[in-house]
């Protein structure tokens, strides 16, 4: 059987937009709610997988006919590499390692620098090979490579923790709390090192993307404290949408939740999720955020998980966020 198997549907940000876009104009497809939704078991150490001990956890998908080599004269050592150019269906060796469960892509990265890592048996050092997932055989130290069950956690996210993997400058990041994640997870997008809240991390890239991608419209609720005390105006202005430099903000829910003397306590749900929109958006109508807690994503919301404690999100949950998906393709 065939070492990996992914799904066609993992894509770049940037491709994720475009392939929404382009089907708007087809009918929506079924049955794609329980592809994603069948995710989440229970597992054990956040540490970096072997890829013996993923495939050990994860079995593999049902099993393909493995594809006769390309032509008979070659043997795994001389098999020829994939080629390098044109991405077409096929992906970044970096992107296949961690998607693998195995590590970031900066260190898969590092692992391909370092020679470690073969595709055809051949040891691939290139950073920029792009390879056919279901038909290049690719290996880690020797063994393996195949794709990691899904996971999707739930974390909510201290302030003063930065969501990137590792900072140069030593800051803790949100990586610090995942102890007991059993694989490597990407953040689904960012909160900034002074927000608090809810964040999704998952090795799903798809659904990453999706949650991420600001023309998905996945509603994000955040509770502000503003440096000043808003008029009904300066709220009304959140609500219609701003002029920032990036584009004008689509209109937004915001309820006053109550003022102080000098403050004003609010919430807002953006349905774009452009970097420190929030903050961005506080500002252009004269004022600042002084404290930011995202609350909710969708119907996930962060009842009961404490502040730095994760969870896996069920499969309801996940079941929740893909129903937006679909209903956002599907119009
Ligand atoms: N908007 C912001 O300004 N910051 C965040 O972290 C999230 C949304």
Same mark, same amino acid.
């Given at each position: 059987?065939?070492?990996?198997?992914?799904?066609?549907?993992?894509?770049?940000?940037?491709?994720?937009?475009?392939?929404?876009?382009?089907?708007?104009?087809?009918?929506?497809?079924?049955?794609?709610?329980?592809?994603?939704?069948?995710?989440?078991?229970?597992?054990?150490?956040?540490?970096?997988?072997?890829?013996?001990?993923?495939?050990?956890?994860?079995?593999?998908?049902?099993?393909?006919?493995?594809?006769?080599?390309?032509?008979?004269?070659?043997?795994?050592?001389? $098999?020829?590499?994939? !080629? *390098?150019?044109?991405?077409?269906?096929? +992906? #970044?060796?970096?992107?296949?390692? =961690?998607?693998?469960?195995?590590?970031?892509?900066?260190?898969?990265?590092?692992?391909?620098?370092?020679?470690?890592?073969?595709?055809?048996?051949?040891?691939?050092?290139?950073?920029?090979?792009?390879?056919?997932?279901?038909?290049?055989?690719?290996?880690?130290?020797?063994?393996?490579?195949?794709?990691?069950?899904?996971?999707?956690?739930?974390?909510?996210?201290?302030?003063?923790?930065?969501?990137?993997?590792?900072?140069?400058?030593?800051?803790?990041?949100?990586?610090?709390?995942?102890?007991?994640?059993?694989?490597?997870?990407?953040?689904?997008?960012?909160?900034?090192?002074?927000?608090?809240?809810?964040?999704?991390?998952?090795?799903?890239?798809?659904? $990453?993307?999706?949650? !991420? *991608?600001?023309?998905?419209?996945?509603? +994000? #609720?955040?509770?502000?404290?503003? =440096?000043?005390?808003?008029?009904?105006?300066?709220?009304?202005?959140?609500?219609?949408?701003?002029?920032?430099?990036?584009?004008?903000?689509?209109?937004?829910?915001?309820?006053?939740?109550?003022?102080?003397?000098?403050?004003?306590?609010?919430?807002?749900?953006?349905?774009?999720?452009?970097?420190?929109?929030?903050?961005?958006?506080?500002?252009?109508?004269?004022?600042?955020?002084?404290?930011?807690?995202?609350?909710?994503?969708?119907?996930?919301?962060?009842?009961?998980?404490?502040?730095?404690?994760?969870?896996?999100?069920?499969?309801?949950?996940?079941?929740?966020?893909?129903?937006?998906?679909?209903?956002?393709?599907?119009?």
């Amino acid at each position: 059987m065939h070492p990996i198997a992914y799904h066609h549907k993992y894509m770049r940000p940037r491709d994720y937009g475009k392939k929404l876009l382009a089907r708007k104009k087809k009918p929506p497809k079924a049955g794609k709610a329980a592809k994603v939704a069948a995710a989440a078991a229970q597992r054990g150490s956040t540490a970096p997988r072997s890829p013996a001990a993923a495939s050990q956890r994860d079995p593999a998908p049902p099993a393909r006919p493995v594809r006769p080599a390309r032509s008979p004269r070659h043997t795994e050592d001389s $098999a020829p590499p994939p !080629t *390098s150019a044109s991405p077409g269906a096929k +992906k #970044t060796l970096d992107r296949i390692l =961690s998607k693998a469960g195995l590590g970031s892509r900066t260190e898969a990265t590092d692992w391909i620098r370092e020679g470690r890592v073969k595709v055809n048996g051949r040891a691939v050092t290139s950073i920029d090979m792009w390879i056919h997932p279901k038909r290049d055989k690719v290996t880690l130290d020797g063994a393996p490579v195949r794709e990691g069950a899904k996971l999707y956690i739930l974390l909510n996210k201290p302030k003063g923790y930065l969501t990137t993997y590792k900072d140069p400058e030593g800051r803790p990041t949100v990586y610090q709390l995942l102890k007991g994640v059993p694989g490597f997870v990407g953040t689904a997008g960012r909160l900034d090192m002074d927000t608090s809240g809810l964040l999704i991390l998952t090795n799903d890239t798809s659904f $990453a993307d999706f949650i !991420t *991608s600001p023309i998905s419209h996945v509603p +994000k #609720t955040y509770l502000v404290k503003s =440096s000043s005390r808003l008029s009904d105006e300066q709220l009304e202005s959140l609500r219609k949408g701003l002029n920032l430099e990036d584009g004008p903000t689509r209109p937004a829910a915001v309820t006053r939740l109550r003022d102080s003397e000098k403050y004003t306590h609010f919430e807002i749900t953006i349905t774009e999720g452009r970097n420190r929109q929030v903050r961005r958006m506080v500002e252009a109508v004269g004022s600042k955020v002084l404290k930011l807690v995202r609350v909710s994503i969708g119907p996930i919301s962060l009842a009961g998980l404490t502040i730095g404690a994760w969870r896996e999100l069920t499969t309801a949950e996940v079941r929740s966020l893909v129903a937006i998906r679909e209903k956002e393709e599907a119009q």
